[in-house]
């Protein structure tokens, strides 16, 4: 039944810069298209919208049209008051007859927002699971997303047959929330190795090491990962493409540091993770992806001598 139904996919503000998000929004597409899915979708960004309809699917003029036109939505947007207006506003989602559908939110946000929409969702009659994802663009068009799904069990078990056709792994993490808690997690680790790796790097420069030599080093150290080895060159100062962008991720660390203190638990280290990257988007450097972090560090941060 699945295979046969309309899915839609609405991205309204993605979680990477334009032209990344355009080249998601194709990839996803693309993989849902070619899985015999009828695809409908939404997105503020005309770029973005092409970039879908170039992939075959169909546009809706707001996030109602593409509630209306299939049993199953997913979407993906940046920040928790997007969310909550894309479900809750003026031709959102639930401003139409939304009984007996199924949302899929695979935005990164803060467990409140999926713990508030919810009971919204059900009153209206339909079913919400959050679903945060990691992987790249690679991942989406080969089914290798790793989801983390947060919701009741037999909603995922609906989900399922579209979320495995972008998704290898999914993991259901417990009630709705749960699986935006553990995006958070997973990128307030990244978070702190890449800021600890631009600390690094900032001080070895400025005690005279050699950058090139630096970076050879540490892909062989203990803490060397598979982020690392694909961000050398972004480390280095390279150009590089952006797979996310500073801004983006100084709101997850917002995210963490908030959920940190809804459950009265001190975030010191996010709390410090924020200020540098705060510092960075402040001086205009929040469109660079992530890994561009270590040249901002060597070239503003601290005294220069």
Known sequence: FFFKQKTA????DC?????????????????????????????????????????????????????????????????????????????????????GKLFIDMSTLQPMTGRELAPAVAAAGAKLIDSPVFGTIPHVLHGKLYAMVGGDAADLE???????????????????????AMKLCINLGLAAFIQATSEALALGTREGLKLEQM???????????????????ALKGDPADVTLDLKTMRKDIMSMVATGAVNGMPMPLSAGML???????????????????????????????
Not at 9 to 12: D, M, Q, R, S
Not at 221 to 230: D, K, L, R, S, V
Not at 278 to 300: M, P, T
Request: charged fraction near 25%.
């Open 275 to 305: 200020a540098s990257f705060s510092a960075a988007v402040a001086q205009g450097w929040g469109d660079k992806d992530i890994g561009d972090l270590a040249k901002f560090f060597r070239e503003n941060m601290g005294q220069k001598f």
């Open 215 to 233: 970076l050879d080093i540490m892909s062989e150290a203990p803490t060397a990962n598979g982020w690392f080895a694909g961000k050398k060159g």
């Open 15 to 99: 979680d990477w810069s334009s032209d990344v998000c355009s080249s998601d929004l194709r990839a996803i597409v693309a993989r849902l298209k070619e899985n015999g899915f009828e695809v409908t979708g939404w997105d503020r960004d005309a770029v973005a919208m092409k970039a879908g309809t170039d992939k075959g699917m169909t546009a809706a003029p707001h996030p109602r049209a593409v509630a209306d036109s299939a049993n199953v939505v997913i979407s993906i947007i940046t920040e928790d008051n997007g969310v909550k207006h894309v479900f809750r506003g003026k031709d959102g989602f639930l401003s139409g007859d939304v009984r």
């Open 158 to 180: 609906r989900a399922r047959p579209v979320l495995e056709k972008l998704a290898g792994k999914i993991a259901h993490m417990g009630p709705n929330g749960a699986g935006y």
């Open 9 to 12: 996919y609405e991205i309204v």
